[in-house]
């Protein structure tokens, strides 16, 4: 069973950065595409971020954050990151991370950023 653990969030000044850290049993980052999640009060989660292919380049953003958020892994350590710069009050959500663009249903506890002065 696949066991996703994010970490990382806390609460931070508009304009401040954070790092998130997702670790995933196995292999599966090496397997499947991952991406990170959000989910705002009374919104719909969404991708912000993920990549492309399972190693090598290749990575999407969504428009909010672009510019703003990358996205990184090591494979070796079975984690991947979400540093997240410039943050603005519209990020402040509980952060998840899981397979892209097609999520599995194994959510972890996720992760929550608030920013907030």
């Known amino acids: 069973q696949v066991q996703l653990v994010e970490s990382g969030g806390g609460l931070v000044q508009p304009g401040g950065s954070l790092r998130l850290s997702c670790a995933a049993s196995g292999r599966i980052l090496s397997i499947v595409p991952m991406g990170w999640y959000r989910q705002a009060p009374g919104k719909e989660r969404e991708l912000v971020a993920a990549?492309?292919?399972?190693?090598?380049?290749?990575?999407n953003y969504a428009d909010s954050v672009k510019g703003r958020f990358t996205i990184s892994r090591d494979n070796a350590k079975r984690t991947m990151y979400l540093q997240m710069n410039s943050l603005k009050p519209e990020d402040t959500a509980v952060y998840y991370c899981?397979?892209?663009?097609?999520?599995?249903?194994?959510w972890g506890q996720g992760t929550q950023v608030t920013v907030s002065s």
């Open positions: 990549f492309a292919f399972t190693s090598g380049g290749g990575t």
């Open positions: 899981n397979t892209a663009p097609a999520p599995t249903q194994h």
